[in-house]
């Protein structure tokens, strides 16, 4: 049987008796329309290794099995085996279903040292530390392109004075360069959340930031958000304060929502000295 032989994916899951899993944040995209488009915005094809996190029934996985491209494909719920295993079959090896939390896995050892894409329609309870392991870790993607909550996608590409932006701004757009390039309504799912969804689009910068700055922003940007009302000479007290703004050439009366990427990647290096 080859991909274009397999039945819809409401047939399978049917057929199977398999209803999403509240417990692992589940809500499946079975129109491959939106799946295919997903697939062209991750830009993969033939001969491209993409990971993909909580495949659950395949519906993304076959959108991306049809580019061309190997998928490595991790799954915590065992209930979804067998049918990736049949969507394994007729894809003559091109892909790999691994069974475990992805927060665990070792992701360049899952692309076989090796480049590689990470494309997901991320499980909502586990989206957020997923990512932060993702920009903070070892391995560096080619590409993510990950669907989250509507407001965590905002909150990964918004701009200072932007109500979403944050922490998770400024880490991401330290690592990567990051936009939302695709939204979707709660009803594109099954069974639909209650919350609407968007697809964020990020890829490394090259050169990669040292390791030390990324730690650095996270320690800057925990304290400054922490109390975001609170004047930088407040909020980073303990780091050092108006002295630490003053090396970093950062007003100490702003606020932190006022603060460009550039602006806590200074105060990242004052702090490193």
């Known amino acids: 049987m080859s991909l274009a032989d397999l039945p819809p994916l409401r047939e399978v899951l ?30 993969v ?9 909580g495949p659950g029934p395949g519906g993304l996985t076959r959108a991306l099995l049809e580019t061309g491209a190997r998928v490595v494909a991790v799954e915590m ?19 790999t279903v691994v069974q475990g939390d992805a927060m665990k896995a ?13 494309v997901s329609n991320l499980p909502y309870n586990v989206g957020t530390p997923l990512l932060v392991n993702w920009l903070t870790g070892p391995f560096r993607p080619t590409s993510m392109t990950l669907m989250f909550q509507k407001e965590v996608a905002d909150r990964i590409a918004a701009t200072p004075d932007d109500d979403a932006y944050g922490r998770l701004a400024v880490l991401s757009q330290t690592v990567c360069t990051a936009r939302v390039v695709m939204d979707l309504p709660a009803r594109a799912f099954t069974p639909p959340p209650k919350v609407a969804s968007a697809v964020a689009r990020l890829v490394p910068l090259s050169p990669a930031p040292d390791a030390a700055l990324v730690s650095a922003v996270e320690k800057v940007t925990a304290a400054a958000f922490g109390q975001r009302r609170k004047m930088l000479r407040s909020s980073l007290k303990a780091l ?5 703004c003053e090396r970093a050439g950062i007003d ?9 990427v550039a602006g806590f990647q200074a105060l990242a290096r004052a702090l490193m000295g």
């Not at 050092?240 to 630490?244: D, E, H, Q």
């Not at 100490?252 to 460009?260: F, V």
């Open 252 to 260: 100490p009366d702003a606020r932190a929502e006022t603060i460009d």
């Open 240 to 244: 050092g304060g108006g002295a630490l």
């Open 45 to 53: 094809g033939e001969g491209d290794t993409v990971i993909e996190v």
């Open 106 to 118: 070792d992701m360049a050892a899952l692309a076989d040292g090796g480049p590689a894409h990470m």
């Open 14 to 43: 049917a057929e199977h008796g398999l209803l999403a899993n509240k417990s692992f944040g589940q809500h499946f995209l079975l129109d491959l329309n939106i799946t295919r488009k997903i697939a062209r915005l991750a830009e």
């Open 77 to 95: 719920d065992r209930r979804f085996l067998p049918l990736l295993g049949d969507l394994a079959e007729a894809a003559d090896g091109r892909l």
